[in-house]
């Protein structure tokens, strides 16, 4: 009588959904986790920090030009040749490659999901016409073309996340494109044509939502490259320009600077090392999580 009222009770247990199951798998994975712990302290430090440390990201301390790491000054991570303290415009710095990281992401994911699934869904012609354009895209030399882009249109933080969108949804398109291929068959999909729901009601409610496995795992992928495009955008001097600043300025400005002031480069070096890994890690993690064949 007990045996059979435990296997009830195992047999009404009801099952895991995908996002449910997926957050278990993500948490088993060690360094996924890790690398969640380290990069929200480093978003909560960007976010928090300036408020509450003493400098101010611009203010010259004169007596103390390129000081080394100091406790007795509060120069935690040291000064710059004109006096700023490090620390405080490396977490401005962060809060600007991760803003740029983070915006363009979401704009080219955005854009990449709505011409992906456009061209999957309606095929034939309007799919070989929006594919071609985005083969004729890949053929142009990213780089040059964005410091192009931000060279004509200026160097202010809106135009560098819209110059780096530009050529950062294409990737988005043509996978989004070919799992729409595979879903646009479906039974729900016919069922839903064959009642009369319109091409956008479709796409919109039965072939996005199901991407979204896919999107959620390229999207934290893709925010450590955007931010790494920034960042050698800022260090070529074409991208975010003073008295704000980024990572990428932060590791220019210590290449100059690496024989008599190491923390200059040391400092913003190893923060955009150390986001990028994570991303990078949690993109992994949520890839395994996400895998069906692992479920």
Not at 212 to 231: K, M
Not at 251 to 275: E, R, Y
């Amino acid at each position: 009588m007990v045996q059979s009222l435990g296997q009830l009770s195992v047999a009404a247990k009801p099952p895991r959904s995908l996002w449910m199951d997926a957050r278990v798998r993500f948490f088993r994975n060690k360094a996924a986790v890790v690398s969640l712990v380290i990069l929200s302290i480093i978003i909560l430090a960007c976010i928090i920090g300036p408020w509450v440390l003493p400098h101010d990201f611009d203010a010259a301390d004169w007596d103390a030009m390129s000081a080394a790491p100091s406790m007795a000054n509060a120069h935690y991570w040291g000064t710059d040749e004109a006096g700023r303290d490090l620390l405080v415009r490396c977490l401005i710095g962060g809060r600007i490659s991760l803003m740029v990281g983070i915006l363009a992401t979401i704009a080219s994911v955005t854009l990449g999901i709505a011409w992906g699934a456009i061209a999957g869904f309606m095929g034939g012609k309007v799919d070989a016409l929006m594919m071609r354009i985005v083969d004729m895209m890949y053929a142009i030399p990213y780089l040059l073309i964005a410091i192009l882009l931000v060279t004509i249109l200026g160097r202010e933080f809106y135009l560098v996340v819209i110059t780096i969108t530009a050529f950062s949804w294409m990737d988005m398109a043509r996978i989004v494109r070919g799992q729409t291929l595979s879903l646009r068959s479906r039974e729900y999909v016919e069922a839903a044509r064959s009642i009369g729901v319109s091409t956008t009601r479709i796409i919109t409610s039965h072939i996005v939502p199901n991407l979204l496995g896919i999107v959620v795992i390229y999207t934290t992928v893709t925010v450590p490259g955007v931010i790494l495009t920034e960042s050698v955008l800022s260090f070529l001097g074409l991208g975010i320009q003073e008295p704000m600043t980024s990572w990428g300025v932060l590791i220019q400005d210590g290449t100059k600077v690496m024989d008599v002031s190491p923390w200059i480069l040391l400092f913003p070096g190893a923060l955009l090392s150390i986001t990028l890994y994570c991303f990078n890690f949690i993109g992994d993690g949520m890839r395994d999580a996400l895998d069906p064949k692992d479920r």
